[in-house]
């Protein structure tokens, strides 16, 4: 692919962006992953203002590490770089106990939803004072693929940059963008769970497995053309796409037929 015209078109696309909605640029959460520190570089590369955020909630240490250094490294290139970190971990322990009486055994996964969506509260918050608006780092697997986002959270955003790009395009972005090698080698988490739960362990299948199910589906092929692994994986593939309609379709609206609007 033409990874150097892909960026430009990208940042044009930004800035053209930003310009017709007049505002200022952008805010991105920055997490020691590969997608934000791609989006955020992209961001910079527009010379608008571009507000880099931490947002930790009980995070392991490596991660918030790879994102400080991912944003001083911008900072120290783009002069329309800024860099805030907000910690979150007090307002998701103090939103742990306010729900403590209700709490079933097992409320794991909408904990883990709950940072997500508490991040997308501050990222809107920090665009709405500043005058940026929120740019999303979901990639084309993520988003239109397993739907592996939490849905009004990460998300919750006002533009996707990088949501035509598979996850090992993104790689290839970050290469040319010069992203740390840190970042590039770490493993995709979505840093959501006490324990560390890989985005492959959670899956079942890791991204270029997933983008290789996915092209095949766009194919039109069906399960029994494969078997051993390449079937394991393209099931893991349909059932995630299948359990995330919800998220890749528009919201369902009923509609009211019209005879009810006449007087009865
Ligand atoms: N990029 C990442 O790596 C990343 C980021 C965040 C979350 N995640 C992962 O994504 C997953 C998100 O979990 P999830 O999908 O259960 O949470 P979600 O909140 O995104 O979606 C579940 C919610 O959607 C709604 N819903 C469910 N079925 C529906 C239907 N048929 N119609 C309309 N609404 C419906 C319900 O409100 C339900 O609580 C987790 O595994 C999380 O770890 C990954
Ligand atoms: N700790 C974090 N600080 C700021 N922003 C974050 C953090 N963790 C996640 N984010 C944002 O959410 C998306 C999706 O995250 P996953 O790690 O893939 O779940 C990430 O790209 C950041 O923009
Ligand atoms: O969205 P990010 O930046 O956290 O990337 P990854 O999902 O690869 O950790």
């Not at 397993?146 to 290839?172: H, M, R």
């Not at 890749?248 to 009810?260: E, N, Y």
Request: charged share 20%; net charge negative.
């Amino acid at each position: 692919m033409q990874t150097q015209a892909i960026i430009n078109h990208i940042v044009l696309w930004l800035k053209n962006y930003a310009t017709q909605a007049k505002v200022k640029g952008y805010v991105v959460g920055i997490s020691g992953g590969i997608d934000s520190a791609v989006v955020s570089a992209l961001c910079a590369k527009t010379g608008l203002d571009t507000l880099c955020i931490t947002l930790p909630i009980r995070q392991a240490p490596d991660q918030l590490q790879r994102a400080n250094a991912h944003i001083a490294q911008l900072c120290a290139q783009h002069p329309n770089v800024r860099a805030h970190n907000q910690d979150l971990t007090p307002t998701f322990e103090q939103f742990e106990r306010s729900v403590s009486g209700s709490r079933p055994q097992d409320d794991a996964l909408a904990m883990a939803n709950t940072r997500s969506r508490l991040r997308m509260t501050a990222l809107y918050y920090f665009g709405q004072i500043n005058g940026l608006l929120v740019a999303g780092t979901g990639n084309k697997v993520e988003d239109f693929g397993v739907g592996f986002f939490t849905k009004y959270g990460d998300g919750g955003v006002d533009v996707s940059p990088i949501a035509d790009l598979l996850k090992t395009q993104v790689y290839e972005l970050a290469k040319e963008l010069g992203i740390h090698a840190d970042i590039i080698t770490a493993t995709p988490t979505d840093g959501l769970w006490d324990t560390e739960r890989t985005d492959e362990q959670q899956m079942g299948a890791s991204y270029p497995e997933l983008e290789w199910a996915m092209a095949q589906v766009a194919q039109g092929k069906s399960r029994e053309q494969f078997t051993g692994r390449q079937q394991e994986v393209f099931d893991i593939y349909v059932r995630l796409n299948r359990m995330a309609q919800h998220k890749i379709q528009p919201i369902p609206v009923c509609h009211i037929p019209t005879d009810l609007f006449q007087a009865a």
